[in-house]
């Protein structure tokens, strides 16, 4: 399962990055406020740092300026994903920027019905919201798993991003499920390597290793 970052904080990009746990990076709008950043300035920044793909969101909800958006934020770097929302606007801007050769990641998708229209539609990416639908008392792992049944049973190429992920036991979920990649919270993926045993088992090692007088160079 690949790792995205899902957030627009270039620190933590790179401290991630430089740990080799950065296959790409989602923004929305959202990340974008929280950044106090200008979109187009932040996602040149995390494009020239990362090599993987960077969605960007569009903010229009409307066809013809949802286009525009699209096709401006595609020219900032050639590792840009335009991002689009799940509604027939986004679906027709995301068939044109993918026919013309631009990745584009389906944003907001809390059903198998909409993933299956994305992955017609062409998206790259279709973002399944977890975090939201556990908010509502829906499992969201049950989305993934359905649309990864739907996208296996019909040999779809779009790849799975499972998003609003708020736990490292969504991580290990979405990687159960199959998800091809999902986009966490660098707070998320730091927890990752979080375990009690791990950690009473290191002091231990120390403890000996000290009375040992182990050296080693
Ligand atoms: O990847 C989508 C994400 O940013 C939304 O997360 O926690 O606001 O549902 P959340």
Redesign the pocket.
């Known amino acids: 399962m690949k790792f995205f970052v ?1 957030t627009a904080d270039i620190d933590a990009i790179r401290e991630l990055n430089d740990l080799g746990m950065v296959d790409g990076v ?3 709008p ?2 974008i406020l929280k950044s106090g950043r200008d979109i187009l300035e932040a996602t040149k920044e995390i494009c020239d740092l990362v090599e993987g793909p960077v969605s960007a969101e569009v903010v229009a909800v409307d066809f013809d300026q949802m286009l525009k958006e699209g096709e401006h934020l595609a020219t900032i770097a050639p590792n840009v994903c335009v991002k689009v929302p799940l509604t027939w606007a986004g679906l027709r801007v995301c068939k044109i920027l993918t026919d013309n050769g631009t990745k584009v990641n389906v ?1 907001l998708c809390f059903s198998a019905n909409q993933a299956l229209l994305a992955a017609k539609a062409g998206a790259t990416y279709i ?1 399944p ?4 639908l556990d ?1 509502m008392n829906i499992d969201g792992m049950d989305l993934i798993q359905d649309i990864r049944t739907i996208y296996d049973n019909y040999g779809f190429e779009t790849q799975i ?1 499972a ?4 736990s490292a036991n969504h991580m290990k979920d979405a990687a159960l499920m199959g998800a091809d990649v999902a ?3 660098p707070a998320v993926i730091s927890k990752m390597i979080d375990h009690p045993l791990t950690k009473n088992g290191l002091d231990q090692f120390v403890k000996d290793a000290k009375e040992a007088g182990i050296k080693i160079v």
């Open positions: 899902d989602t923004t929305n959202s990340l944003t973002s919201f977890i975090g939201r908010d991003l998003a609003s992920i708020r986009t966490a919270p």
